[in-house]
């Protein structure tokens, strides 16, 4: 059983820095994909960030320059680090786990989220 938990998300000023991180309960292998992602009050979910064993990383447009990914394999824990936050950011962040099955295709696993609040 994967779980996910999130922890680093709370209420912050336009213009400041907040810092998430997901463990899992799993090991995580070098062929998962980790990410981020959020979802706005009335918005479809949408990816924030992802990176995979070999630390290949993407991000959104929104976010590139401001925040940044990482992992730690030996913590089974991903990060996610925000700098000079927006109103725009407010949102409920979700940690992912994409991960291949062993009949084939990938399982995608989700954090419960945690509520990111950026006042202006």
């Known amino acids: 059983q994967v779980q996910l938990v999130e922890s680093g998300g709370g209420l912050v000023q336009a213009g400041g820095s907040l810092r998430l991180s997901c463990a899992a309960s799993v090991s995580i292998s070098s062929t998962d994909v980790m990410g981020w992602y959020r979802q706005a009050p009335g918005k479809q979910r949408e990816l924030v960030a992802g990176?995979?064993?070999?630390?290949?990383?993407n991000y959104a447009n929104s976010v590139k320059g401001r925040f940044t990914i990482s992992r730690d394999n030996a913590k089974n824990t991903v990060y996610l680090q925000m700098n000079s936050l927006k109103p725009e950011d407010t949102a409920v962040y979700y940690c992912?786990?994409?991960?291949?099955?062993?009949?084939?295709?990938?399982?995608?696993?989700w954090g419960q989220g945690t509520q990111v609040t950026v006042s202006s």
């Open positions: 990176i995979t064993s070999g630390n290949s990383i």
């Open positions: 992912n786990l994409n991960r291949a099955r062993w009949s084939g295709g990938r399982a995608d696993y």
